[in-house]
């Protein structure tokens, strides 16, 4: 593990710059009548969950190309987590997938106290047939045609949820793969009928204080046609099922273009939105890092989230769900984590009043470089103050590295092997 004391002298060698450009900066931004101190606040307030797959490396279809001392557990995962957690002070909680992730409860819990985690929403699998199951999901899981195949999935479901309560999550995520490679494949009606009637029995074992996510992706397992295909769908199966069911968006399960920070403030509007799976994409689900190709975007999705946090009852989870091919996960997941909440420190900078004002005026011009003039800004010495106060890295990238935590290990965990394509 990092011990603390290699943070510290870590932030030794780098706290005099840090106050410089910190000073610097709350001087700036107190011309624009803003207190520094209250964005570090905020920014010390700002966590998101690691998805317990992402700690390993990922791949495509075509093939992985492990690192060394890949976690070969979940306990070994939850280790990745507290390292990310440790030293960015912004990744509190951890989202568990199963069957990936079975472990004993206590095992679990045990593991994450030690790393100060909590376990975030829990991820069903319908997607891949596992060795002992009786059915298989080729041709769908919630929505096949075989009542027996849809009552396994749904049982499926409420595993995770009986696991969920023993380790302190509070939601299910429902992702599906299930829709059609050919037109006439399906009656997409009737598959649809399917699906929401096992989500409902999914909702009806629920436990009263659980939220269900239902999460929306264009394509992929399925070509032609996917039953949770796009917001309309999701929104549709939250409203039907009831009070506790909330849409998740994936930012990478949209066609390139499409306007997020649009489907999010509808979303808010119907009071629908439960959750996000930050990741960033050039072509389709890519799960590449968050904010590396449209950091512009993440601010603008983050802009409407602002905007909006005040709303009633708005209690929004946040998770990463990306796939480090060709990096090391626990740098990637760093990196990641901080430009999310470099996105949200930046979209908390909008002058507001200001923006209404200009929008109510038609003044596009003003309104726009409104928005820029806070995505502009660089916002760096607010983070690392906010890891700093909060027992974190100054620079947790140059930290890790210095630690030699992957070295280590990589010496007592048994080395991963390459076959075979990764699946997400
Ligand atoms: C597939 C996917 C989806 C889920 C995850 C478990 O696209 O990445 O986003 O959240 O698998
Ligand atoms: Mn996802
Ligand atoms: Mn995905």
Redesign the pocket.
Known sequence: MIHQTVIEAHNAKHAKDLETDFACLAEKLDRRGVDINELVNRAQGFGVAI?S?GTGTGGTRFARFPGDGEPATILDKLDDCGVIHKLTRSAPSVSL?IPWDKADPTDLLAKAEQHELSFDAM?S?T?QDQPDQAFSYKFGSLSHTDAATRAQAVEHNLECIEIGQKIGSKAL?V?V?DGANFPGQTHMGRQFERYLSSMKSIYAGLPEDWRLFS?H?IY?PAFYSTVVQDWGTSLLTAQELGEKAMC?V?L??HAPNVNIEMIVSRLVRANKLGGF?FNDSKYG?D?LDSGTIDPYRLFLVWNELVDAEDTPGLDLAHMI?Q?HNVTDPIESLMVSAIEIQRAYIQASLVDRIALAGYQDENDALMASATLRHAFRTDVDPILAKARQRSGGAISPIAAYRASGYRAQIAASRPKSSGSGGG??
Do not use: Q, Y
């Open positions: 998805p797959w997938h991820n699998n997607f995520t992702w793969g999460e992706k992929e998740l994936d990478g399960h799976h689900d799960d769900d796939s699946i997400i």
